[in-house]
């Protein structure tokens, strides 16, 4: 007993790291020990429930040790997310575990692989969605071991990961036996190997760059919803006032302009579109007379009013009729001219309440200022043009799925721009791990990325990965840089998430074959 609590606890502890700013190579070995748990037990039915016991445990823990600082937002965020995670590693582990005890090694780790990637892939592109733990994102600190995710995207991380994991297991279950060990360092060195040769010859496409500047304005997230508005537009101004004059492009952060604007042509009046709005017109005055070649880039509420039949699901209604509230992008120039882009990948429980659960569920609604439960949803990414350069202006958390970030790059984007608003969870990893999974995306696609957060981290990051210039906890200030731009794409930009699509297939077979083999044996003819 005392054994297996130890190696729970000791899973639970190689599977952390990587998401509290430490090294992510002790994932390799993060599943051993739990192997070993599965494969003390025997087939009978009380012991796949005392390995369910044990398994439960040690994810638990692992979601405990890294989402922890969700509970400075709200307490119920860490537990809801733990439930849902463990129950979709418990569908994987244990399906695994089931089949190792009735069917061929070879069979049950198969299993075990493409159903880890299998039920990752279903947190993605689920109603509920919370990708944070995909086991490939725990590389986000050690990007020079993994440029080749411009191949696979993170779930080759994930699947890198899972065989280490089996392949040091077997070698630890024969420990004389040097192949079995060479095998599992093989696997270990040779995709770094292949890393390091694939960093050394990447060359940046030979086409200009752009110069851009990052705002932190160090607004507590808390005060901005209901805080002094004016006190806010001042901020933005002061610090807009202070950007050099040749930025060609202006970051502001998530949700930076306080209040709500009806689009299209964002009215301060909630009702109906009268004109943009005072502020909006400060700042096309303000870009007009010091960065009249700038587009200024910056998160706003917005509103949009439906006619009769033709609202979304996501709508509300009110006296004049229905429409949605959208967490939006910006595309400011000293013309005047808009451009929008609605967040696509929304945060659950604080943005997205899945509206087939919203009504039984509305007592568990997390408030965190602003518009909470269910705001409009935005269909993909977008990207705005401003004199001959394109940018993917990404919001957040949709920098957290990297085939929804594709697409951004997939409608022209030559650089990526996220705004944020990381300060919800104090100065705790949670905004550090957001930051440095940004770093992932960068090499998926190949995008250098500009990250302006409204306090948190802002800054820049080279499309191999490497972090520039940046701006922490509580800091204000601004940061200018040359941003080179690329419009070439890859394999992974233009696939997707293939890895993962193609395990649910796999692994569809792997159970069918399971239950052909076990009626088979059943039935004597397989000895």
């Known amino acids: 007993m005392l054994r297996r609590f130890a190696a729970v606890l000791l899973s639970a502890i190689l599977l952390a790291p990587g998401w509290l700013g430490a090294s992510g190579f002790t994932l390799f070995a993060g599943?051993?020990?739990?192997?070993?748990?599965?494969?003390?037990?025997?087939?009978?039915?009380?012991?796949?429930?005392?390995?369910?016991?044990?398994?439960?445990?040690?994810?638990?823990?692992?979601?405990?040790?890294?989402?922890?600082?969700i509970w400075y937002a709200t307490p119920?965020?860490?537990?809801?997310?733990?439930?849902?995670?463990?129950?979709?590693?418990?569908?994987?582990?244990?399906?695994?575990?089931?089949v190792s005890k009735r069917a061929p090694k070879a069979l049950a780790y198969v299993t075990l692989v493409t159903a880890w990637i299998t039920t990752e892939y279903w947190y993605t592109v689920g109603d509920i969605s919370w990708p944070w733990l995909i086991l490939g994102n725990g590389f986000s600190h050690e990007v020079w071991a993994v440029q080749w995710y411009e191949y696979t995207g993170v779930f080759g991380g994930s699947l890198w990961v899972l065989v280490v994991n089996i392949l040091l297991f077997e070698a630890w279950k024969e420990r004389r036996n040097l192949r079995k060990w060479i095998s599992a360092a093989a696997a270990i060195l040779l995709p770094m190997a292949l890393s390091a040769g694939i960093l050394s010859m990447w060359k940046q496409p030979d086409e200009g760059s752009v110069r851009v500047s990052i705002i932190q304005p160090n607004v507590d997230c808390y005060d901005k919803f209901h805080g002094d508005a004016e006190r806010q537009e001042q901020n933005i101004l002061d610090l807009l006032g202070q950007v050099p004059g040749d930025a060609r492009f202006i970051l502001l952060p998530e949700t930076a302009v306080p209040g709500y604007y009806t689009?299209?042509?964002?009215?301060?009046?909630?009702?109906?579109?009268?004109?943009?709005?005072?502020?909006?017109?400060?700042l096309t005055d303000s870009l007009r007379r010091n960065h009249p070649d700038a587009l200024l880039i910056t998160g706003a509420n917005?509103?949009?009013?439906?006619?009769?039949?033709?609202?979304?699901?996501?709508?509300?209604?009110?006296?004049?009729?229905?429409?949605?509230?959208?967490?939006?992008?910006?595309?400011?120039?000293?013309?005047?001219?808009?451009q929008l882009h609605h967040k696509g990948r929304l945060v659950i429980g604080v943005e997205n309440t899945p509206t087939w659960i919203f009504d039984v569920l509305r007592f568990l609604v997390i408030d965190l200022g602003g518009?909470?439960?269910?705001?409009?949803?935005?269909?993909?990414?977008?990207?705005?043009?401003?004199?001959?350069?394109?940018?993917?202006?990404?919001?957040?958390?949709?920098?957290?799925?990297?085939?929804?970030?594709?697409?951004f790059v997939r409608r022209g984007a030559q650089f990526m721009a996220i705004v944020s608003n990381d300060g919800w969870w104090g100065d705790t990893p949670g905004y550090r791990h957001l930051f440095s999974i940004s770093r992932l995306r960068a090499i998926e696609h190949r995008r250098a990325i500009t990250r302006s957060a409204n306090t948190g981290m802002s800054g820049f990051i080279?499309?191999?990965?490497?972090?520039?210039?940046?701006?922490?906890?509580?800091?204000?200030?601004?940061?200018?840089?040359?941003?080179?731009?690329?419009?070439?794409?890859?394999?992974?930009?233009?696939?997707?998430?293939?890895?993962?699509?193609?395990?649910?297939?796999?692994?569809?077979?792997?159970?069918?074959?399971?239950?052909?083999?076990?009626?088979?044996?059943?039935?004597?003819?397989?000895?």
């Open 31 to 69: 599943f051993v020990p739990l192997l070993w748990i599965s494969d003390s037990y025997g087939a009978s039915h009380r012991d796949w429930w005392r390995i369910f016991g044990w398994a439960t445990l040690t994810f638990v823990l692992w979601n405990a040790l890294t989402v922890w600082w």
């Open 76 to 98: 119920v965020g860490p537990i809801a997310a733990t439930v849902v995670s463990t129950i979709l590693n418990l569908i994987a582990f244990m399906l695994f575990h089931t």
């Open 263 to 282: 689009e299209p042509d964002l009215s301060d009046n909630a009702w109906i579109g009268t004109g943009p709005g005072s502020f909006w017109l400060q």
């Open 302 to 338: 917005t509103i949009r009013r439906y006619a009769a039949g033709t609202q979304t699901e996501t709508a509300r209604r009110d006296r004049l009729g229905y429409y949605d509230v959208f967490n939006s992008a910006v595309g400011l120039d000293s013309a005047g001219r808009i």
């Open 371 to 407: 518009v909470v439960g269910q705001i409009g949803k935005g269909l993909h990414g977008s990207a705005f043009e401003h004199d001959g350069v394109t940018v993917g202006p990404a919001i957040c958390y949709e920098g957290l799925y990297g085939d929804f970030y594709g697409d």
């Open 462 to 527: 080279a499309p191999t990965g490497k972090v520039g210039q940046t701006l922490g906890w509580e800091e204000r200030g601004i940061l200018t840089a040359e941003v080179p731009l690329n419009s070439e794409t890859t394999v992974y930009t233009r696939y997707g998430d293939y890895l993962a699509r193609m395990a649910q297939y796999v692994l569809l077979l792997s159970v069918l074959y399971f239950i052909a083999y076990r009626v088979k044996r059943r039935n004597h003819l397989v000895n």
